[in-house]
């Protein structure tokens, strides 16, 4: 099982440019997360959705869109990058049950705004 | 008021020892708490949650919840340098499914 994958690792941003970060999961998860952490930091709910068609904001949310068409594809779309977003970005999934709540996650993608 | 808080540490104990971790939350309602490891690099892993008040143990690793007081704690005994990591404690707030977590306490095992 692949889990979820995080594609790119990393990246380089000049100002003001877009782009967009894959997620995809193979767990069948309906919930699937966002979530950036800055050094030092805990993570940060960037956006989350608890199945296709359905996103909600998290805690950090401005800069960032989504979109969630299939169960196994969320990607998080960065518009007009700005040196704040700097930071590793984590994709997470889950059964969405709130007794467990375990979150698996993605490796990370390490993403720089110059 | 932050929603979780952790002390950041570092928090230094020798090889063999009990490592004990803090951890207070804000949301009164909330029902679920969990504990997870975070090595310098990688992304994080679960490592034990708890609902109930009271103690949940797991090999060398205890939960603690006092519901009443708003604090959850971790236990880790006879700690190794592999368990030289940032912990972080996540919440599941009331009115969400989704967990707020912690900034985290660095945690150093010296051999």
């Known amino acids: 099982n692949a889990g979820v994958t995080q594609t790119p690792k990393f990246r380089i941003l000049k100002i003001g440019q877009s782009m967009t970060l894959q997620c995809a999961q193979d767990?069948?998860?309906?919930?699937m997360y966002w979530y950036r952490q800055d050094p030092g930091m805990g993570l940060k709910l960037i956006y989350y959705s608890v199945g296709a068609g359905i996103t909600d904001k998290g805690e950090v949310p401005n800069g960032y869109n989504v979109s969630r068409s299939t169960t196994e594809d969320f990607p998080l779309r960065l518009e007009l990058a700005a040196p704040s977003q700097t930071s590793v970005y984590f994709c997470?999934?889950?059964?969405?049950?709130?007794?467990?709540?375990?979150?698996?996650f993605g490796e990370g993608s390490r993403l720089t705004v110059l | 008021q932050k929603e979780v808080e952790q002390n950041s540490g570092p928090l230094s104990v020798p090889e063999g020892a009990i490592a004990s971790l803090n951890c207070t939350y804000s949301?009164?309602?909330?029902?679920?708490f969990f504990w997870y490891r975070q090595y310098s690099g990688k992304s994080p892993e679960l490592i034990m949650f708890i609902y109930s008040n009271g103690d949940k143990e797991d090999g060398r690793f205890t939960a603690q919840l006092n519901k009443a007081s708003q604090y959850v704690s971790l236990l880790i005994r006879d700690s190794q340098p592999s368990d030289s990591a940032t912990y972080l404690c996540?919440?599941?707030?009331?009115?969400?499914?989704?967990?707020?977590f912690g900034a985290g306490t660095i945690l150093r095992v010296k051999s």
């Open positions: 996540a919440v599941n707030m009331e009115y969400g499914n989704k967990l707020v």
């Open positions: 949301d009164r309602g909330s029902q679920s």
């Open positions: 997470a999934s889950s059964y969405g049950r709130r007794d467990t709540g375990e979150l698996f």
């Open positions: 767990m069948n998860h309906n919930y």
